[in-house]
């Protein structure tokens, strides 16, 4: 009966999340590229229009992040996926954005967590099933920027996609201190290699913590584990030659040049701690501390089935704060605070894997030294709680069923500024996802009409929060929409009319 419970549960969330991404899934096809999209492939673009050759692309891509370190930024592996936009090789390809960007960020942390509950924990499939459903659901329905997290292909590969990477990356150390067979070791290892490699010319969000991340296991290594010492040592100088690569760029100092006003980087750092705080607290809402308490007895029950002592739950809390906090000082020393939603949504990640592992390592500190109490005391209360349960049903049902009725519409709306899916649901239901979608279909017709030469046009009068990021402006010179867009279809200028 327990074990068939467990599958039911574990169905439902199953079914509960596919459902959640169909909304999201069918908004891609309204999806369309914006701003930094044509300027880092107006390159790729015409060389795939003059060549139809995929390795072509691939050539004028090198020769895109060749451009952007001497002349912007220094993140190289980021600036070649950049060249890469879908829409570079035909319209209909930009939906693919959201296929990439949302799947590498469920298969990595899928990944991860089934080598931190299975492997390391030896949770049932069952318990690994519900905790990382759960991880995933928040993750992607309380993502700070929908659109800048798994739609506009720029600002999301930058960030999300490089958070995904980090979690393959880790995953696959922790299997390489785990296994004695020479021959995964060799498999995990190499992919471990190539991954610190790009992952060192990412976005320095990203790149710092997964920095930290492997000198703490550099050293945990060379404390506990001295024969894969050498091999994680390795793996952190490759890490360490690539952010210093992507540090010393020519175009880092060109970049700087735009925010003359970003602080030391002491100032930097207590800006770090302080953002940290503010969103670790802002974050920590109601359903998320409603989340965390649902998940308790989950993680009770796994902290049972490791060998961790437990013993220092503050110092613990410290430490990954630290961590958490220092993921934010790039940007403020960058620019003097912590940017835009891309940003947040990376910080956003590193926030979850905060609060998860604290309270894992709380309940595992709770069962240390309180288990024969609180066994006891479940006992006795096990028959109120269920008879709770049904009561806390029961009320919110009549509550529910006494309320004056909302229609759909105006339910999604209230709601669409904080859920992904809602807020999908709210533009496709609404019609302004469509809405959207004609209006920029009716501006691609004039960019590829080649009788039009100067194009103008009304602004969006629709901006679905999925789905807008941008629109352009009235300077035909803007140099990240305007004329990047105009040189991208070969226009002698673009603008929008505001009236």
């Known amino acids: 009966m327990k074990e068939n419970f467990k599958k039911m549960l574990c169905l439902i969330l199953v079914c509960l999340f596919i459902l959640s991404l169909i909304p999201i899934g069918i908004l891609a096809f309204y999806?369309?590229?914006?701003?930094?999209?044509?300027?880092?492939?107006?390159?790729?673009?015409?060389?795939?229009?003059?060549?139809?050759?995929?390795?072509?692309?691939?050539?004028?891509?090198?020769?895109?992040?060749?451009?952007?370190?001497?002349?912007?930024?220094?993140?190289?592996?980021?600036?070649?996926?950049?060249?890469?936009?879908?829409?570079?090789?035909?319209?209909?390809?930009?939906?693919?954005?959201?296929?990439?960007?949302?799947?590498?960020?469920?298969?990595?942390?899928?990944?991860?967590?089934?080598?931190?509950?299975?492997?390391?924990?030896?949770?049932?499939?069952?318990?690994?099933?519900?905790?990382?459903?759960?991880?995933?659901?928040?993750?992607?329905?309380?993502?700070?920027?929908?659109?800048?997290?798994?739609?506009?292909?720029?600002?999301?590969?930058?960030?999300?996609?490089?958070?995904?990477?980090?979690?393959?990356?880790?995953?696959?150390?922790?299997?390489?201190?785990?296994?004695?067979?020479?021959?995964?070791?060799?498999?995990?290892?190499?992919?471990?290699?190539?991954?610190?490699?790009?992952?060192?010319?990412?976005?320095?969000?990203?790149?710092?913590?997964?920095?930290?991340?492997?000198?703490?296991?550099?050293?945990?290594?060379?404390?506990?584990?001295?024969k894969k010492a050498i091999p994680i040592t390795l793996v952190l100088c490759v890490f360490l030659a690539g952010f210093l690569i992507s540090m010393v760029a020519l175009g880092n100092a060109v970049r700087a040049l735009s925010y003359p006003d970003s602080p030391s980087a002491p100032l930097a750092i207590g800006q770090a701690f302080y953002y940290g705080v503010h969103f670790a607290v802002e974050w920590t809402n109601m359903p998320m501390f409603g989340i965390l308490l649902l998940l308790s007895p989950f993680f009770y029950c796994i902290s049972a089935h490791t060998s961790l002592t437990f013993r220092h739950p503050i110092l613990f809390l410290l430490g990954s704060f630290c961590l958490f906090a220092a993921q934010i000082a790039p940007p403020c020393y960058a620019m003097g605070s912590y940017g835009e939603g891309r940003i947040l949504n990376a910080i956003y990640f590193g926030y979850l894997w905060f609060a998860f592992f604290n309270l894992f390592y709380l309940c595992g500190a709770i069962r240390v030294r309180f288990d024969p109490q609180i066994q006891a005391l479940f006992s006795r209360i096990r028959r109120p709680l269920h008879t709770a349960a049904v009561l806390i049903i029961l009320v919110l049902g009549t509550s529910l069923a006494s309320a004056q009725p909302l229609s759909i519409s105006t339910m999604a709306k209230e709601a669409s500024q904080s859920y992904t899916t809602l807020s999908a649901l709210y533009s496709l239901y609404s019609g302004e996802a469509r809405q959207y979608s004609e209006e920029y279909s009716q501006r691609i017709a004039l960019l590829e009409d080649p009788a039009v030469m100067d194009v103008k046009c009304s602004p969006f009068t629709v901006h679905p929060c999925c789905l807008y990021y941008s629109d352009w402006t009235q300077n035909p010179d803007y140099e990240w929409s305007n004329r990047p867009l105009a040189q991208y279809y070969g226009k002698n200028s673009v603008g929008v009319i505001w009236e």
């Not at 300027?39 to 139809?52: A, G, I, P, Q, W």
């Not at 060249?83 to 949302?102: K, N």
């Not at 020479?182 to 992952?199: R, T």
């Not at 296991?217 to 584990?225: K, L």
């Open 31 to 226: 999806n369309y590229p914006a701003n930094d999209d044509f300027v880092y492939s107006l390159r790729t673009h015409h060389v795939f229009l003059e060549s139809n050759s995929f390795l072509s692309v691939l050539r004028a891509a090198a020769e895109q992040v060749k451009d952007s370190y001497f002349n912007w930024q220094g993140t190289f592996s980021a600036v070649f996926l950049f060249a890469l936009q879908p829409a570079l090789f035909g319209q209909e390809f930009y939906a693919l954005s959201t296929f990439v960007l949302l799947g590498s960020w469920i298969l990595s942390t899928l990944f991860l967590c089934r080598v931190l509950l299975r492997n390391y924990c030896k949770t049932s499939r069952w318990g690994f099933c519900a905790v990382s459903l759960i991880f995933l659901g928040i993750s992607i329905q309380f993502l700070p920027s929908p659109v800048q997290g798994f739609v506009w292909w720029n600002g999301s590969i930058y960030y999300v996609f490089f958070s995904a990477l980090a979690e393959v990356l880790f995953g696959l150390l922790l299997l390489f201190l785990k296994s004695e067979t020479k021959w995964k070791n060799g498999i995990f290892l190499s992919c471990s290699l190539f991954l610190a490699a790009v992952i060192s010319g990412g976005n320095y969000v990203t790149a710092l913590l997964t920095l930290l991340l492997l000198l703490g296991m550099t050293a945990y290594a060379w404390w506990v584990r001295r």
